[in-house]
Every structure is written in C-alpha cells, then in structure tokens.
C-alpha cells in the first residue's frame, strides 16, 4: 500500500454527533506521473476514497467534519444538496466529494470546490459514469468563470481549466482561449501547448505529464 490510513472519532461541528472515520497518516511518494490535471498516479488514486468524510447525523460533507461550517446548517436538507446538485452517481466516493465542493461554494471557498469537483470526476472516470463526470468538470469551470476573482493570476487553475474542458469534449474553447496564454514557467507553457494541441486533434483522453515531448524527468 502507498499509504497507511487509520481509523478515528470526529465530532461533527454542525450536528454535535461523534462518529469513526478513516483517514490517511501517511502516504509514499507517488512513483508515476501526475496525469495532465494533477491526479496522482497508480496506487495513489484509491485515497481518494478517504479525502471526504460525512457525518452520519447530519450529513455534512467535508475533509473532516470537525471543520467549523459558517452558512446555515438547513442546507444539509435542501434538494439541492441531498441530489449532488443534480448529478446522479451510485459512486459514494463521488457523491461525498461532490457534497463537499457544494460545502465549499456555500462557504465561498471556491478553490476548494474546483478541486473537490475535480477529484469527484476523477472517481466517477474510474466508475465509467462519463456523463456525471463532465457535469462535475463542467460545474467546476461555471464556478471558476462565475468567480473569476477568486481565481485570477493563478495558471495551475488556469491549467486545470484547459484540461477540464478538453476532457468535456469542448475542443473549440480550448483552442480559442488558450492557443495564445503565455506562461512563467516552460513546464506551464509545454503543458498548455500540450492541451492545445490534444484539444486540435479531438482528443479527450487522459494523458500524463510525462508524455510531454521536451520535458525532461527532473521538470516533472
Ligand atoms: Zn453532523
């Protein structure tokens, strides 16, 4: 295993209940190449499973539901929240990781909800629920062009933005907003480039860094 992971109580910060969850304490060094977007390689993915928890009580979904939630807890019983927003898996890993980026728009932390979509579509990829998947990218792109602010000058979003379109299938707007974006780093101008050019041939497959001609090992 390339992590070790134990088992420990939480007391819920919106409901007050206690609960076990598992949690990981330590993890190796992924051994393979990040994919395009940053999901960890091999053995790595099955953590995702323990990177939201829910509580039992109230069903607040976080990181760990100790995590203070500052909104009104009433919206643990909306729709809106009890669907995943409207998007339908039997996935549990998925489903938590969705009610958590839900958790993060409430609470206006919209980085987080980008990655915690982000890592939902990663689970609902290994699921085979192509559809859900893109409605979770798609969602995460909406927030980031909603919110545009809270995402301004930072390019690994930027880069995770080209990848989550390309994976949707939205070729053109790969290719309209990113043919031309200029970068501080090689790594970040090599990556986009790559995008670009998957984006071009109509490709929406999952690649990894290290298929990047011209980049050595020691930039990745
Ligand atoms: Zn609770």
């Known amino acids: 295993m390339p992590f070790k992971t134990e088992e420990r109580e939480f007391t819920c910060s919106v409901c007050g209940r206690t609960s076990s969850h598992t949690i990981i304490t330590h993890q190796d060094k992924p051994s393979g190449a990040p994919d395009l977007d940053l999901r960890p390689a091999g053995d790595h993915r099955s953590m ?21 939630f500052c909104s009104d807890a009433s919206f643990f019983s909306t729709i809106e929240y009890k669907t ?29 909800a980008v990655r915690s979509y982000l890592a939902a579509a990663w689970s609902l990829d290994d699921d085979g629920n192509e559809f859900a998947a893109k409605q979770c990218r798609m969602t ?49 101008t090599a990556i986009n480039f790559f995008e670009v050019h998957l984006a071009s041939a ?3 497959g999952i690649h990894t860094i290290d298929e990047i001609p011209g980049i050595s090992a020691a930039e990745k």
């Open 84 to 112: 995943c927003g409207d998007i339908l898996t039997a996935d549990e890993t998925a489903a938590r990781l969705i009610k958590r980026a839900l958790v993060f728009i409430e609470e206006h932390s919209y980085k987080d």
């Open 202 to 204: 109509e490709d929406k």
């Open 48 to 68: 995702m499973k323990y990177w939201a928890m829910e509580c039992p009580g109230c069903g607040y979904c976080c990181t760990t539901i100790d995590m203070p």
């Open 140 to 188: 995460a792109v909406s927030l980031m062009e909603d919110h545009p602010a809270a995402f301004r000058g930072d390019n690994n979003f930027k880069l995770i933005k080209a990848d989550m379109l390309r994976r949707s299938g939205e070729f053109d707007r790969v290719v309209r907003e990113f043919q031309d974006t200029a970068y501080p780093s090689l790594l970040m």
